[in-house]
T-cell receptor, first 113, second 108 residues
Framework: DAGVTQSPTHLIKTRGQQVTLRCSPK?????VSWYQQALGQGPQFIFQ???????QRGNFPDRFSGHQFPNYSSELNVNALLLGDSALYLC????????????FGSGTRLTVV | QKEVEQNSGPLSVPEGAIASLNCTYS??????FFWYRQYSGKSPELIMF????GDKEDGRFTAQLNKASQYVSLLIRDSQPSDSATYLC????????FGSGTRLQVQP
């Protein structure tokens, strides 16, 4: 049973560039949430997708956008990268209600230079 | 006020002791509470979840919930060096909201 898969594992981008991160949810899960985790901090909620629509959003600027595809996979896009966007980006999947917790992927380490 | 608060630690306990990790939350409407473990450089993994007031036990782990006090705790019995990690408390209100985590160090 495949868990949550994320790609790429590591990425280095230059300030001002754009980046796309990808996530495939665990089999049987239809909801995908994205988190940003800075060093030494807990994961911060970016947004959540199900039925191909953004359903909830955390306190992140519009530079952060996403998409969910019919097969439930998802992308996170970040435009006009800032040095402060350097972090571990985590994708988590769950069944619709999320009451049983989320399953996390191994993350994408983004470094902005 | 942060929605989920944890002491950052580190909490240091000797091998074989009980480690007690604590968490408070601000939203009285919260219904579901989770503990995740995160090893350095890895992603969070779910240890336990609890919905009802009282205790829930799973092996060496016990989660405790007190909704009136808006307080959640995790007890780890017979702590092992392999338990050394950051423990994240999370509360579900439509989406999971995490605390900043408590770093646990189990000394051999």
């Amino acid at each position: 049973d495949a868990g949550v898969t994320q790609s790429p594992t590591h990425l280095i981008k230059t300030r001002g560039q754009q980046v796309t991160l990808r996530c495939s949810p665990k089999s049987g899960h239809d909801t995908v949430s994205w988190y940003q985790q800075a060093l030494g901090q807990g994961p911060q909620f970016i947004f959540q997708y199900y039925e191909e629509e953004e359903r909830q959003r955390g306190n992140f600027p519009d530079r952060f956008s996403g998409h969910q595809f019919p097969n439930y996979s998802s992308e996170l896009n970040v435009n006009a990268l800032l040095l402060g966007d350097s972090a571990l980006y985590l994708c988590a999947s769950s069944p619709r209600t999320g009451n049983y917790g989320y399953t996390f992927g191994s993350g994408t380490r983004l470094t902005v230079v | 006020q942060k929605e989920v608060e944890q002491n950052s630690g580190p909490l240091s306990v000797p091998e074989g002791a009980i480690a007690s990790l604590n968490c408070t939350y601000s939203d009285r409407g919260s219904q579901s509470f989770f503990w995740y473990r995160q090893y350095s450089g890895k992603s969070p993994e779910l240890i336990m979840f609890i919905y009802s007031n009282g205790d829930k036990e799973d092996g060496r782990f016990t989660a405790q919930l007190n909704k009136a006090s808006q307080y959640v705790s995790l007890l780890i019995r017979d702590s092992q060096p392999s338990d050394s990690a950051t423990y994240l408390c999370a509360v579900w209100v439509g989406a999971l909201t995490f605390g900043s985590g408590t770093r646990l160090q189990v000394q051999p």
